[in-house]
């Protein structure tokens, strides 16, 4: 069997490779499991190997990283490169052996090898993963280290860092030295919240009249030299999917179905409603207004950028919620 695996991360493609090995092959050694770069070994000599017989297993999985001539990459390299024995392989497969072919790119070019490797193999994209996918995914990171994670822990480990897989690579590194068994405390206590996190859970305050955890995190917000402007934008950005929540919940929609109506992830959709409790249509209209308001006497010099927005939240945590 031939599998190409291509993609813009290469933590995507190593895992995507990781699970093929582990669905082959019983037991991992240096016997049954090889792995090459094609920027340092001819493809005469990986081929060659390919078509040894497995020794101590009845399979092997061959790994060939950086194959360049998926692509449109032209590297120099230190010997003569033929695709002859390649393409006698491709029609002539060793069935105790899997060969991988990896390549960190976007797409893949449409050469005359490219078209013969296309017609013979089993052609793997890993550019994107859905939300169940990423899921498996990083659970599947902390099992590699025994770390057991809630399922409450892992929605927000992902909220937090998003489908950045080597910033989730990371935090899974650091979280799993911490403990081995993991929860939303942990999450909280070890993982960085974003920016719109934090002018999330301002907002929170806002509508519970809580003034000094509002100014506590604006305080926090400013230190880390977030400009007024950007902060207008994202309670803005905030406030008004706030809004659009309210009115999917109302017209019965399910939490499920209103993440994927708003393409946000469901934990998101779930605390949102929650805040809903806290305030109501109108005051999520007028905050909205108010912002507009704000951002264009901002731009216009009419007031300074720190007053006018610390005036916006003194003024909307004591508006009524009525």
Known sequence: MIYVVY?????????????IVKDNLEEINEFNFINYDAYKTPLHEIVN???TIPFMSNK????????YFLGNERPKLDFEQSFDELER?????????VLIFTYE???LKDSKIMKKIKSKASIKSVTSLNE????TLVKNMFKERKTNISYEALSEL???VGNDLIGLSNEVEKLSAYKNDLNLEDINLLVSKKLDDNVFEMIDYLFQRKLDKVFEIYSDLKLMGSEPITLIALVASQVRFLYQLGVLSNK??????????LKVHPYRVKLGLKKLKDTNKKRLETMLLGLSDLDYNIKTGVVDRFIGFELFLVESAKKSIV
């Open 60 to 67: 092997k999985v061959v790994v060939v990283n950086n194959a």
């Open 49 to 51: 190997d390919a078509e």
């Open 89 to 97: 392989y491709l029609d002539n497969q060793v069935k105790d052996t």
């Open 252 to 261: 019965g929609y399910s939490e499920a179905k209103i993440a994927s109506e």
């Open 105 to 107: 790119s976007k797409g």
């Open 158 to 160: 992902i909220r937090r």
């Open 132 to 135: 169940k996918d990423l899921h």
């Open 7 to 19: 993609g813009e991360q290469s933590i995507m493609i190593k895992q995507f490779v990781l699970q």
